[in-house]
């Protein structure tokens, strides 16, 4: 299913759940229950379109917490203003958010039933909250609080936490007036099934649930908050636009709109509004977003202990209560994770033995009171008094703290460069609970931080925005909570000494699509050994290729540096260009820049300007033969710093006329014997030159080549030539000999076909690309595929003539054998997903896969699986398919080893890394003799825990 889709059926679902208890409808002009005029009767026209945040917390985690504003502009009857929802399709999948509903405006929480069968139950129900079933898109549990209320121009923290309890997992949703600062706890949903954590990616949506498309809907999303498993906290610094556009919203489907600023996400949808810098699938960026929420300590008051009990109250303004612990001469007496609980009882002790009690707090602060029965216990009191003098920390260096104790502080100060986006303090310690406070330019203290990390632990991290025009400095202030030794602080800002913009910042969009694997973010990840390239394929598009560059803040753009392609290819090459900048991504007016560049692979930097603008558009007019892609190593943005910079033409000593090997497309390593291409049958559809047959092809000669007719204008491109081997085999080699030296005729683009029948090639070739012009025998490799016939096709000639010509043609196959896979038995150490069991990777079917658990957080790489293919073979290769369309637990690092014991296997036979994709995979192997074959998974493609396959096969020489 789509993602649009996904987001579709959810949507339903949300829709279906609101209808539940909303009352009879009312009339058109008349006022109801809210107060507010209902202007059409609801359901009388379209509803607007649903618009959608989907955030980059791609980890699991136990809360999930974010802030929501309604404007009174943006307030509209039958709307939710979805602000939580997560696990959709999931295990535990639900949403939280409020409502302006025709009978008040509500917070509302729900969960899907689950996979087993078992009701959902709601053991707290806070005052006002009422729990009912709903049902439609599938069933659930909904709570929903009309007495709380919201108010528009008003923010709200809405939190949403996950704990367990005998076997099952718990649900907690509270909200936080954030004007009087007072929390409530709505409800406590127990789930039936154990270890349910938030495992998606956290989304937040505005929806028109019943039909009033012609009023505008708005919602405004900060702090928006994930801990994960590991206890640290991520923000929502990025986040996917969608907007849902159905039949039920046709006369509003462009009614829409969405941006992000330094304080907030917003998203509108209905009436008149329309998108201004967006599109209905965008990415949206906050950068700056501080990565632990602002946590403040647990305020309790201690209201009597004895020998055997103890007591405490909390203000409703305090950060709720999630369990307490009660110590005594270091031994815990007593325990709880019972929200409500405000007192504790313990076997007797003596009046003066010294007690502590712990009270965490539900984003993870503990705060801790001591004392004796004889004297009573005492408040923690969290006065400090802060340093104002600071000691030097030089950026991305590492400060060692060897240790402070409770109520120390210590103030570090760090300069960030004039080209910096944004400065990261982190803090590590392995024990204890530290804070840190950011501020620019004056002396930090909690008063006037730009940035807080403030979590129950000393592992804290901070991101601030960082003032781009001048060398800022900026204070850090370390607070010790309680006594910390060993901690370490550093403080990292991105950007260089030349003004150049860290291009990781960027939000980017290219008009043209992407070769895969050669995606546009390549050219954006400061790594000059990845490229971008435009598509070879069957989507390939002609010049101009464009490229918007959003900064992400508006500044005075002055230079623009362009790396070509530094893998030793040449196609794609971008010799003329044009370059505007402007502070609408909409609007850009005339090229600031424009010009032409050398013909090689040397760094080339315009200088310009300035011009002030956010948006930066850069557009390839033209490549260095011709043809129809553009490449780039990198593509960055300088601003104007004050320096003088000299423009750099990047002729140098040049390369134009070095012959550079040039790579078809990606070498895919296979186990590969040539044929000998004397026995093959062939023909082709453009006649030879005579004396120069197609035969000479293939007579395992050096001296002689085939050449299309010359003498025959009316014999042009593209040439084919189709090889019938004679029977099927593995096909995954060919090789091109361009005739003795080059020369006329060298093939420099082909595509390749292969097919079990003469009369139906597929439509897709299995390889296309370029060759470099050169008389270099070129070898192409691709994934074994079946076929009897191959097809090769000649695109282009080196000089752009209308002839093709080869020494020699040949094509490789591999004549290893397949293991019946069924027959195998496999194990592995790592535990399962349920539902994605290890046989599910020996089925032979490629819908299903084997996944690694993600519901247990302590299965972690590596992974290992274990073959026993029942008796001994000479093993000679691994096929690995990951599942479809790639995706979570995709292996691109590993290991194989051959053993005849299932204990004892030695050092691995073959280890490597693959690509990040969701292309069949082998391992070659030197042959092996062994009956079991161990198959170790190392990383997976984007650092998760877990791993995957669709498939796993073993090949065996004969």
Excluded at 291 to 297: K, V
Excluded at 673 to 688: E, I, Q, V
Excluded at 885 to 909: C, D, L, Q, R
Aim: glycine content about 10%; hydrophobic content about 35%; overall charge negative.
């Amino acid at each position: 299913m789509s993602f649009t889709n996904k987001l579709s059926v959810l949507s339903i679902a949300v829709i279906t759940a609101t209808l539940f208890g909303c009352g009879t409808e009312e009339p058109e002009g008349s006022v109801g229950s809210t107060g507010k005029q209902v202007v059409a009767t609801p359901g009388s026209i379209d509803r607007a379109p649903s618009v959608w945040l989907r955030f980059n917390d791609n980890a699991a985690g136990d809360i999930i917490m974010q802030d929501v504003y309604i404007p009174a502009k943006g307030l509209t009857p039958y709307t939710y203003y979805s602000v939580l929802n997560w696990n959709a399709g999931m295990e535990g999948g639900g949403y939280a958010g409020i409502q302006d509903h025709p009978d008040g405006r509500n917070f509302i929480f729900s969960l899907w039933d689950p996979s087993n069968g078992e009701l959902i139950t709601a053991p707290y129900q806070g005052a006002g909250t009422k729990v009912e079933n709903f049902g439609g898109e599938g069933t659930g549990l909904k709570s929903w609080n009309f007495e709380l209320g919201w108010q528009p121009d008003h923010w709200y923290t809405l939190v949403a936490k996950v704990w367990q309890k005998d076997g099952h997992t718990q649900f907690g949703y509270w909200s936080m007036d954030k004007e009087t600062g007072i929390w409530t706890h709505i409800v406590t949903m127990d789930y039936p099934v154990e270890n349910v954590y938030f495992n998606s990616n956290t989304g937040s949506f505005v929806e028109d649930w019943l039909g009033t498309g012609d009023q505008t809907r708005t919602a405004l999303f900060t702090a928006g908050h994930k801990r994960q498993l590991n206890g640290s906290w991520a923000g929502f610094t990025k986040a996917d636009f969608n907007v849902i556009q159905e039949e039920a919203t046709a006369a509003y489907n462009e009614s829409y709109d969405a941006t992000s600023t330094s304080e907030y996400y917003r998203m509108s949808s209905g009436g008149s509004i329309s998108p201004d810098e967006i599109e209905a699938a965008d990415v949206l960026s906050r950068p700056y977003s501080s990565f632990s929420p602002q946590n403040s300590p647990l305020a309790a008051t201690i209201d009597s202990i004895d020998t055997q009990s103890i007591s405490w109250s909390i203000p409703a303004t305090s950060t709720p209560m999630y369990k307490y612990t009660v110590i005594v001469n270091g031994e815990v007496v007593s325990s709880g994770q019972d929200l409500s609980a405000r007192e504790a009882s313990f076997s007797a002790i003596a009046t003066d033995a010294v007690v502590e009690l712990q009270l965490e707090n539900i984003l993870g602060k503990v705060t801790s009171y001591t004392g004796t029965v004889a004297s009573g216990l005492t408040n923690n009191d969290d006065t400090v008094l802060f340093d104002t003098e600071s000691e030097p920390l030089i950026s991305g260096e590492a400060m060692t703290i060897d240790a402070m104790s409770k109520g120390e502080t210590r103030l570090y100060e760090v300069m960030a460069i004039d080209s910096a986006n944004k400065l990261t303090v982190e803090l590590s310690g392995n024990a204890g609970d530290a804070d840190i406070y950011v501020t620019a330019k004056e002396a930090a203290n909690p008063d006037n931080a730009e940035c807080i990390g403030y979590g129950g632990t000393s592992n804290e991290t901070c991101i601030v925005a960082v003032n781009v025009r001048k060398e800022t400095p900026y204070t850090i202030l370390v607070v010790a909570r309680s006594d910390v030794e060993g901690l370490s602080l550093t403080a990292t800002h991105d950007g260089e000494e030349n003004g150049m913009l860290n291009s990781a910042n960027f939000v980017v969009t290219g008009n043209t699509p992407a070769q895969p694997g050669n995606d546009l973010k390549y050219a954006f990840d400061g790594d000059d050994s990845t490229m971008w390239h435009t598509s070879w394929g069957d989507d390939m598009q002609e010049y101009p290729h464009e490229v918007v560059i959003d900064l992400g803040e508006t500044v005075d753009v002055n230079r623009f540096e362009y790396t070509p392609r530094q893998d030793g290819g040449r196609n794609g090459t971008i010799v003329s260009f044009e370059i505007y900048v402007s502070e609408s991504s909409v609007d850009y007016g005339e090229k600031v820049h424009s010009g032409n560049w050398a013909d090689n692979t040397n760094l080339k930097l315009e200088v310009f300007g300035p011009v002030t603008g956010r948006f930066v558009k850069f557009i390839a007019l033209e490549e260095r033969g011709g043809g129809a892609w553009a490449s780039a190593a990198e593509l960055r943005v300088g601003i104007d710093d004050g320096n003088v910079y000299e423009p750099i033409d990047g002729s140098g000593t040049g390369d134009e006329d070095e012959p550079v090997e040039e790579p078809a497309t990606e070498a895919v390593e296979v186990n590969s014997t040539l044929l000998d291409n004397t026995t093959f049958s062939y023909s082709s559809t453009s006649p030879a030159q005579p004396g120069n047959e197609l035969a000479l092809a293939f007579d395992g000669q050096d001296d002689t080549h085939w050449h299309t007719n010359w003498d025959d204008t009316s014999v042009v491109y593209p040439h084919e030539v189709v090889i019938d081997l004679g029977e099927n085999y593995a096909v995954n080699r060919f090789d091109y000999a361009p005739r003795d030296g080059g020369g006329n005729g060298t093939v420099v683009q082909y595509e390749l076909y292969v097919s079990e029948d003469e009369q139906a090639f597929a439509d897709e070739p299995v390889s296309s690309g370029s060759f470099a012009d050169n008389g270099d025998v070129k070898t192409v490799t691709f994934n074994d595929v079946t076929g009897r016939f191959v097809k090769f096709v000649a695109l282009a000639e080196r000089g752009g003539n209308p002839w093709a010509a080869a020494r020699e043609l040949n094509v490789g196959v591999n004549l290893t054998q397949a293991i019946d896979m069924s027959t195998v038995s496999a194990t592995s150490s790592s535990a399962a997903e349920v539902g994605n069991e290890l046989e599910l990777a020996f089925d032979g079917d490629i819908d299903t896969h084997w996944h690694t658990s993600w519901s247990d957080s302590s299965v972690t790489y590596p992974h290992d699986v274990v073959i026993d293919l029942g008796q001994s073979y000479e093993v000679a290769q691994f096929d690995y398919t990951p599942r479809p369309g790639g995706g979570n637990g995709t292996v691109v690092k590993y290991e194989v080893y051959v053993s005849e014991t299932a204990t004892e296997f030695g050092e691995p036979i073959a280890q490597g890394e693959w690509a990040s994709n969701g292309d069949v995979k082998s391992a070659i192997l030197p042959a092996t003799n062994g009956r079991y074959v161990k198959f170790v998974a190392l990383e997976e493609q984007g650092g998760g825990a877990w791993a995957s396959a669709a498939e796993f096969s073993v090949r065996i020489n004969p």
